[in-house]
Nanobody, 124 residues
Framework: QVHLVESGGGSVQAGGSLRLSCAVS????????MAWFRQAPGKEREGVAY???????NYADSVKGRFTISRDNAKNTLYLQMDSLKPEDTAMYYC??????????????????WGQGTQVTVSS
Protein backbone atom coordinates (compact mmCIF):
# COMPACT_ATOMS: atom_id res chain seq x y z
CA GLN A 1 0.00 0.00 0.00
CA VAL A 2 1.50 3.31 -1.10
CA HIS A 3 1.45 5.95 1.60
CA LEU A 4 2.37 9.64 1.25
CA VAL A 5 2.77 12.07 4.13
CA GLU A 6 3.31 15.79 3.57
CA SER A 7 4.88 18.18 6.05
CA GLY A 8 6.42 21.62 6.17
CA GLY A 9 3.40 23.82 5.68
CA GLY A 10 2.75 26.87 7.80
CA SER A 11 2.04 30.58 7.85
CA VAL A 12 4.47 33.08 6.35
CA GLN A 13 4.44 36.66 5.18
CA ALA A 14 4.58 37.56 1.52
CA GLY A 15 8.10 37.24 0.19
CA GLY A 16 8.95 34.45 2.59
CA SER A 17 9.91 30.84 1.95
CA LEU A 18 8.75 27.37 2.91
CA ARG A 19 9.98 23.91 2.09
CA LEU A 20 7.43 21.15 1.81
CA SER A 21 8.35 17.49 2.17
CA CYS A 22 6.51 14.36 1.11
CA ALA A 23 7.65 11.07 2.60
CA VAL A 24 6.74 8.04 0.50
CA SER A 25 6.40 4.49 1.76
CA UNK A 26 5.00 1.29 0.34
CA UNK A 27 7.06 1.20 -2.83
CA UNK A 28 10.26 2.49 -4.32
CA UNK A 29 9.02 5.62 -5.96
CA UNK A 30 12.26 6.55 -7.58
CA UNK A 31 11.13 5.52 -11.06
CA UNK A 32 7.74 7.13 -11.17
CA UNK A 33 6.22 10.54 -11.67
CA MET A 34 5.68 12.61 -8.58
CA ALA A 35 3.90 15.91 -8.32
CA TRP A 36 2.69 18.68 -6.07
CA PHE A 37 -0.85 20.01 -6.39
CA ARG A 38 -2.69 22.68 -4.45
CA GLN A 39 -6.28 23.56 -3.76
CA ALA A 40 -7.59 26.83 -2.41
CA PRO A 41 -11.10 27.11 -0.90
CA GLY A 42 -13.73 27.21 -3.60
CA LYS A 43 -11.25 26.42 -6.35
CA GLU A 44 -10.31 23.30 -8.28
CA ARG A 45 -7.18 21.35 -7.48
CA GLU A 46 -4.35 22.56 -9.71
CA GLY A 47 -0.96 21.20 -10.59
CA VAL A 48 2.03 23.08 -9.21
CA ALA A 49 5.04 21.02 -10.31
CA TYR A 50 6.03 17.49 -11.24
CA UNK A 51 9.14 15.42 -11.89
CA UNK A 52 9.17 12.41 -14.20
CA UNK A 53 11.27 9.26 -14.60
CA UNK A 54 14.07 11.10 -16.39
CA UNK A 55 14.17 13.79 -13.74
CA UNK A 56 12.60 16.37 -15.99
CA UNK A 57 10.53 18.93 -14.20
CA ASN A 58 7.54 20.99 -15.17
CA TYR A 59 5.95 23.92 -13.39
CA ALA A 60 2.73 25.85 -13.50
CA ASP A 61 3.26 29.28 -15.01
CA SER A 62 2.18 30.90 -11.76
CA VAL A 63 5.11 29.42 -9.82
CA LYS A 64 7.90 29.32 -12.41
CA GLY A 65 11.06 30.91 -11.11
CA ARG A 66 9.81 30.81 -7.52
CA PHE A 67 9.22 27.11 -6.74
CA THR A 68 11.60 24.18 -7.14
CA ILE A 69 10.62 20.50 -7.06
CA SER A 70 13.23 17.90 -6.16
CA ARG A 71 13.51 14.41 -4.73
CA ASP A 72 15.93 12.50 -2.58
CA ASN A 73 15.90 8.92 -3.81
CA ALA A 74 17.80 7.61 -0.82
CA LYS A 75 15.23 9.05 1.54
CA ASN A 76 12.19 8.33 -0.63
CA THR A 77 11.19 11.94 -0.19
CA LEU A 78 9.85 14.59 -2.53
CA TYR A 79 10.37 18.29 -1.82
CA LEU A 80 8.93 21.60 -2.91
CA GLN A 81 11.04 24.66 -2.18
CA MET A 82 8.79 27.71 -2.30
CA ASP A 83 10.40 31.15 -2.42
CA SER A 84 9.02 34.64 -2.92
CA LEU A 85 5.66 33.45 -1.68
CA LYS A 86 2.56 35.45 -2.53
CA PRO A 87 -0.87 35.59 -0.87
CA GLU A 88 -2.30 33.82 -3.92
CA ASP A 89 -0.13 30.80 -3.08
CA THR A 90 -2.32 30.19 -0.04
CA ALA A 91 -3.82 26.70 -0.37
CA MET A 92 -3.70 23.13 0.83
CA TYR A 93 -0.75 21.45 -0.86
CA TYR A 94 -0.82 17.77 -1.79
CA CYS A 95 1.81 15.42 -3.13
CA UNK A 96 0.82 12.69 -5.54
CA UNK A 97 2.33 9.78 -7.40
CA UNK A 98 1.40 7.03 -9.83
CA UNK A 99 2.83 3.98 -11.56
CA UNK A 100 3.83 5.88 -14.69
CA UNK A 101 7.22 7.02 -15.91
CA UNK A 102 5.76 9.96 -17.79
CA UNK A 103 2.47 11.84 -17.91
CA UNK A 104 0.72 13.70 -20.68
CA UNK A 105 -0.30 16.63 -18.52
CA UNK A 106 -0.22 17.72 -14.92
CA UNK A 107 -3.81 16.79 -14.14
CA UNK A 108 -5.17 15.22 -10.96
CA UNK A 109 -6.57 12.25 -12.90
CA UNK A 110 -3.04 11.28 -13.96
CA UNK A 111 -2.20 10.37 -10.36
CA UNK A 112 -3.37 7.46 -8.24
CA UNK A 113 -1.99 8.10 -4.77
CA TRP A 114 -2.34 11.22 -2.67
CA GLY A 115 -1.21 12.51 0.67
CA GLN A 116 -3.48 14.16 3.21
CA GLY A 117 -2.19 17.65 2.47
CA THR A 118 -0.36 20.40 4.31
CA GLN A 119 -1.70 23.95 4.65
CA VAL A 120 0.26 26.93 3.37
CA THR A 121 -0.95 30.40 4.30
CA VAL A 122 0.73 33.54 2.98
CA SER A 123 -0.24 36.89 4.46
CA SER A 124 0.28 40.25 2.80
Amino acid sequence: QVHLVESGGGSVQAGGSLRLSCAVSGYTYISYCMAWFRQAPGKEREGVAYVDYDGRTNYADSVKGRFTISRDNAKNTLYLQMDSLKPEDTAMYYCATNWKFYIAAMRPDEFDYWGQGTQVTVSS
